[in-house]
């Protein structure tokens, strides 16, 4: 089932031949296209980048956590030095089946 309201996204050379021509339509009306040098910044009079979330609040400083993480490290350390004890595996229980597939008997392994 085909969904008929749904436009098809338009291909990357699509896109690319609308931005030319709406391009040459601004030149065509007397616009201006001017060369910047590689690596020349659009900021004028040298002003500082302004953080786009800036609240307008000066900037808090930072609180030291390298205690804190050098004392979850140490515990993470501790953990992983305990010996683990050997488990004592439960024996299970498993089906004996004949040749046709049929169950026989069932019988106790140990792992």
Known sequence: MH???MSKRPSKADIRKELERQVQDYVRDGGEIKQVRQ???GVEDGAAFQPP???GRPVQ????ALD????????RKQ???K????????PRKKIIYDDFGEPLREVWVEN
């Not at 400083?61 to 030291?64: D, H, L, V, Y």
């Not at 804190?68 to 515990?75: E, G, H, N, P, S």
Request: proline letters at 9%.
């Open 3 to 5: 969904n008929q309201g």
């Open 39 to 41: 690596g020349e910044s």
């Open 53 to 55: 979330f800036s609240d």
């Open 61 to 64: 400083p930072r609180t030291p």
């Open 68 to 75: 804190v993480l050098a004392a979850i490290d140490a515990r």
């Open 79 to 81: 953990s992983k030095q």
């Open 83 to 90: 010996p683990k004890t050997a488990s004592r595996q439960k």
